[in-house]
């Protein structure tokens, strides 16, 4: 599922990524590849902006504006449901997510 089109803040500073690949274990959504020993975002309209990735880099490498709006709902719809598409938020768009 694309959740929006060229929307998500996430960044990546391949200057400070080391190739750890620890963000693609934790993204729930396989928004990045390891691709000549440095992150790659492949994905960027996955991205529904958890936090995890920029959370979970220990190189500083990834900044993303997490725990605003519909990708929040998203991760509470997950967390509370097991489905990131029976989000909560009651947005006006009646369970966009
Ligand atoms: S966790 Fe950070 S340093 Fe590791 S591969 Fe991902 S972006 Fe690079
Ligand atoms: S913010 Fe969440 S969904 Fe987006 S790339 Fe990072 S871990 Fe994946």
Redesign the pocket.
């Known amino acids: 599922m694309v959740y929006m089109k060229n929307v998500?803040t996430?960044k990546l500073d391949k200057d400070l990524c080391t190739g750890c690949g620890r963000?693609t274990e934790?993204?729930?959504?396989e928004?990045?590849t390891i691709e000549n020993r440095k992150a790659s975002?492949t994905n960027l309209d996955?991205?529904?902006?958890?936090?995890?990735?920029?959370n979970n880099c220990a190189f500083k490498a990834?900044n993303?504006k997490?725990g605003v709006g519909c990708?929040a709902a998203m991760v509470k719809g997950l967390l509370k449901y097991g489905d990131m598409d029976k989000g909560t938020c009651g947005c006006e768009n009646g369970g966009c997510c």
């Open positions: 998500s996430l963000c934790v993204c729930p959504r928004v990045f975002i996955n991205c529904l902006e958890c936090g995890a990735c920029m990834l993303v997490s990708a």
